[in-house]
């Protein structure tokens, strides 16, 4: 396959259909109705299930019938439509069936506005729903990884029965990059066997997330926490750029992670010692790897377009070693990199 | 190393956002690294549109910058905005037929062209922004004239077909004034 010029909302729906989505259920919201758009045709022409539901809570308690079925599905949204999603993600993490939602984050609290934003880390990550449960959070940082990383969340969701999200921001949804897309791929032909999809000459199946009796809830939540430390054991992602010598590291995931490769070129050309870590997955976080490298380096930078939310993550893996400091912007603001490098000169004064 | 950062700005309509696009088609075609992002928002009817097109030989990092080192600028707002923006060094592509004021910096390479002016006489002064495109690569030596003529091809929509051979004619009469 060829690179293509591909907008991020179209690629990740693209990308869906050829890692075989067989039914997609969701709402329009701005920055990212034309994942919709594109599904809308796409989909129907392939004989497949495109719904467009009468709201998010609708469209929530669609996958979850369909990922009951067996059937690889998805939705996508944006802030304030996933956050009337919540229930729904809860019953699905109780009911443990595999399910993948995109959220291509905007500016809040409230309706707030369309621009960039990555202010739902703490609802991404800390469990948007009731419950003790995390969902799998990829954060992909280019259009290429956003649709590789489609192919992955399909894969994850199906092989430890999870929630997956992936946590994109308006940018990433609105923008356009060079990118290529896999080959279409056939769809499954067998449904799992766990799916409840008519039991006869069986047993029946059943999916459920209530469990009256405290023993019978813990028992099911002990194996839920299970579960989630081997995911946590298996599938932590992050990438590194020039860590080796670096004597501040930046943190940042996202768009933001990939300005912050441009504010390690620029440094190291000034002849600072900068590298970055840029976290693929939210959860699991890359405790370890921080950690190592907090006892490495002289002060850590966090970086985000939010308040500092993953900035809580990096200072309780860092445990105190070194300074931990935090950049950031509000309101659907994009730090440049020129920001991010003067605070980086800062800290480097500071720690000198 | 090839590597240009360009922001093309101008009135919703003037086809800001086509050119740079046409920009990134013509970039992958010469298997450059390409990233191309508009402004968005609630935008309204003659309000204004650009968008940031990043060309480069190495993989691009921020895809959102502050100071580009090239503006094609189709009206006095974008002029405004933008020309103390450029990086010292960069290049300015300014549309005189809309923007009756020069520029002052000394620090960059202005091009004027009346490109309004030229794109009605080709027939249709909504091909403004290909005038201005066919100076910046021809300033710039970025991508080929045949790259950008056979990405325009693939890529003008059907109902404008008919103008193909006019806005590769734009493209020329603009690479002409650089």
């Given amino acids: ?352 | 190393m090839k590597h240009e950062e360009t922001i093309i700005s101008g009135f919703g309509g003037q086809g800001a956002l086509f050119a740079g696009q046409l920009l990134a088609y013509a970039g992958i075609a010469e298997t450059l690294y390409v990233t191309w992002i508009p402004s968005y928002g609630p935008e309204m009817r003659g309000g204004t549109a650009n968008c940031t097109v990043i060309l480069s030989e190495e993989e691009i990092g921020a895809p959102i910058i502050q100071n580009p080192t090239a503006a094609i600028v189709l009206n006095l707002p974008s002029m405004e905005k933008y020309e103390p923006l450029v990086k010292p060094g960069g290049l300015l592509i300014v549309n005189q037929s809309l923007i009756p004021v020069e520029s002052t910096r000394q620090d960059i390479r202005v091009i004027t062209i009346p490109a309004t002016d030229i794109a009605t006489e080709l027939g249709n002064p909504r091909m403004a922004n290909l005038v201005l495109l066919g100076a910046f690569i021809q300033a710039t030596g970025l991508i080929s004239m045949e790259s950008l003529e056979s990405e325009l091809g693939k890529h003008i929509s059907e109902r404008h077909r008919k103008w193909l051979e006019p806005n590769k004619e734009a493209l020329h009469k603009g690479a002409e004034f650089a």
């Fill in chain 1, 1 to 352: 396959m060829a690179k293509e010029l591909l907008k991020g909302n179209v690629a990740f729906a693209e990308a869906a259909v050829r890692y075989g989505l067989e039914a997609y259920f969701g709402y329009p919201i701005t920055p990212q109705s034309e994942a919709l758009e594109h599904l809308s045709g796409r989909m129907v022409e392939l004989g497949r299930v495109f719904l467009q539901a009468e709201s998010e809570v609708a469209a929530v308690n669609m996958v979850y019938g369909a990922a009951s079925a067996g059937v690889r599905v998805m939705t996508s949204t944006s802030g304030p439509g996933f956050a009337l999603m919540a229930e729904g993600l809860s019953y699905i993490a109780g009911s443990e069936v595999p399910a993948v939602f995109v959220n291509m984050m905007r500016g809040g609290p409230g309706l707030g506005n369309i621009q960039p934003s990555q202010a739902d880390y703490f609802f991404m990550t800390k469990t948007a729903g009731h419950g003790d449960f995390h969902p799998l959070v990829l954060a992909p940082a280019s259009i290429q990884e956003l649709i590789d990383m489609m192919g992955l969340a399909f894969e994850l969701a199906e092989k430890y029965r999870t929630l997956v999200y992936i946590a994109g921001d308006g940018s990433l949804g609105q923008m356009m990059e060079s990118a290529e897309l896999p080959p279409m791929q056939p769809l499954r032909e067998k449904r799992p066997d766990w799916a409840v999809i008519g039991c006869e000459g069986r047993d029946p199946n059943i999916i459920t997330s209530l469990y009256l009796g405290a023993k019978n809830l813990e028992a099911v939540n002990i194996r839920l926490q299970k579960k989630l430390a081997e995911i946590k054991q298996n599938e932590t992602r992050w990438k590194e750029y020039e860590t080796e010598d670096a004597e501040i590291l930046l943190v940042a995931y996202g768009t933001v992670g990939r300005i912050c490769t441009s504010v390690v070129r620029e440094s190291r050309k000034q002849g600072l010692k900068i590298g970055l870590l840029r976290p693929q997955t939210l959860w699991p976080f890359p405790d370890t790897r921080i950690r190592e490298l907090a006892a490495q380096v002289k002060a850590i930078l966090v970086s985000e377009m939010s308040a500092g939310q993953m900035l809580e993550d990096v200072e309780r893996t860092a445990q105190g070693q070194c300074p931990v400091k935090f950049y950031g912007r509000l309101g659907g603001v994009v730090p440049l990199t020129d920001e991010i490098l003067s605070e980086t000169r800062k800290l480097v004064r500071e720690v000198a």
